[in-house]
């Protein structure tokens, strides 16, 4: 892996991992373009902040955009991009889903991403509001161990493009904050226990350095005993 001036990490081993992906699934899906996967990444951050920072449907408050704006990210590192493989859930049960205001939203798992990082195989549910009638993209949330101290106490969400292949670019420098981090007026649903990540990923979005506004001190609630989201129950029929 090389390392450019400025300490961020270049794509090195995506080909080999996309490749030893597809010779297990048994297809042969090419692998991502990477060429230009840095320069995207930053552009769409731009594009973000100058959006929270001058659109009238911005999430943020304009007395809290001094102190949120430019959103605060880990540095990009390509360890962190990954092939993932989607194992469609075949019951697709429909869980409650505590959200940031108290309340319960129905959502429904279509399945399962499978992949590895830095060698050690791990996996997170991909749901959608239920009851489930078309996806576009997969909505991944998930906690990890830099939610107590870097990122927003209660998660980071990921939304993947839906693709016909069920193989997927996974790439955790575009995690981002749900918008109840900057603005308590919103709605935002918590990780089931099963998103709950070990180790920590240390890139995407971060707190902003000093802010202690609403979002930094937010707790979701506890786990439960088992690995799954509350009150699981079999998907109603369409």
């Given at each position: 892996?090389?390392?450019n001036?400025?300490g ?10 996309w ?9 042969s ?16 951050r ?13 999430p943020?408050?304009v007395?809290r955009?001094?102190a949120l704006?430019?959103l605060?990210?880990?540095?990009p590192d ?8 989607l194992?469609?859930?075949?019951e ?26 830095n ?15 078309s ?13 107590d101290?870097?990122?927003y ?10 693709t ?11 995690a981002?904050?749900p ?11 918590y990780p ?11 890139v995407g979005e ?5 802010y202690?506004g ?5 707790v ?7 690995a ?6 079999t998907a109603?029929?369409?």
């Amino acid at each position: 892996m090389a390392v450019n001036a400025m300490g961020i990490r270049r794509p090195g081993h995506w080909a080999l991992a996309w490749v030893a992906l597809v010779s297990l699934a048994g297809c042969s899906a090419p692998a991502p373009d990477e060429s230009t996967w840095l320069d995207n990444l930053l552009a769409d951050r731009q594009v973000k902040d100058e959006f929270f920072r001058e659109d009238p449907d911005s999430p943020i408050l304009v007395e809290r955009r001094g102190a949120l704006l430019p959103l605060s990210y880990y540095d990009p590192d390509a360890t962190f991009r990954v092939p993932a493989a989607l194992e469609v859930s075949p019951e697709q049960p429909v869980f409650d889903i505590p959200t940031s205001t108290g309340e319960i939203r129905l959502m429904q798992r279509v399945g399962v991403l499978k992949f590895a990082l830095n060698g050690e195989p791990m996996q997170l549910s991909a749901l959608a509001e239920a009851p489930v009638r078309s996806i576009e993209s997969l909505f991944i949330m998930f906690k990890d161990p830099t939610n107590d101290t870097d990122t927003y106490a209660g998660g980071r969400y990921l939304d993947l493009p839906r693709t016909t292949t069920g193989h997927y670019d996974l790439d955790f420098n575009r995690a981002y904050h749900p918008y109840c981090y900057y603005n308590e007026g919103y709605d935002c649903p918590y990780p089931p226990r099963e998103n709950w990540l070990t180790a920590p990923v240390l890139v995407g979005e971060r707190l902003a350095p000093g802010y202690t506004g609403f979002g930094a001190g937010v707790v979701p609630p506890p786990a439960t005993d088992d690995a799954s989201p509350v009150d699981a129950r079999t998907a109603p029929s369409n």
